[in-house]
């Protein structure tokens, strides 16, 4: 199938699959016209990687899973880590993101809102912090 197809199929804009092609993810084979010809284990795979980077894997760690995935002697214990490695990111981002939202609600709250030119935000962002 054509990459108009595998897009459909899979999800994933034209410009990833050819990324992904460009990076060795997948590797369709090429037509005689010289197109390519995405086959369904193609399009199985660029599905996966749709799901794997929505889940918030890097590319890097996407090669991993492939690796795995295409592994039928794999260790299911070799998966969960991997997964419970992006949890600990995900949890540690969470945790960012609070910090980074109490702050900004903080700055929101001092500031008046009004005509006046004085921002508290503003000033706070133009400090240096050490």
């Known amino acids: 199938m054509n990459i108009g197809n595998a897009a459909n199929i899979s999800g994933l804009p034209t410009k990833t699959i050819r990324y992904y092609e460009d990076i060795k993810l997948v590797k369709p084979a090429r037509a005689a016209n010289g197109y390519r010809d995405y086959s369904d284990n193609d399009t199985n795979t660029l599905v996966f990687l749709k799901r794997a980077r929505g889940l918030g894997f890097s590319i890097d760690e996407c090669r991993s899973?492939?690796?795995?995935?295409?592994?039928?002697?794999?260790?299911?214990a070799d998966v969960k880590t991997l997964a419970m490695a992006k949890i600990v990111q995900i949890e540690t981002r969470i945790e960012e993101l609070k910090g980074l939202k109490k702050t900004l609600k903080n700055l929101a709250e001092n500031c008046h809102g009004d005509d006046r030119p004085e921002c508290p935000i503003l000033e706070d962002l133009s400090k240096m912090k050490s």
């Open 65 to 76: 899973l492939l690796s795995l995935y295409r592994d039928t002697d794999r260790a299911s």
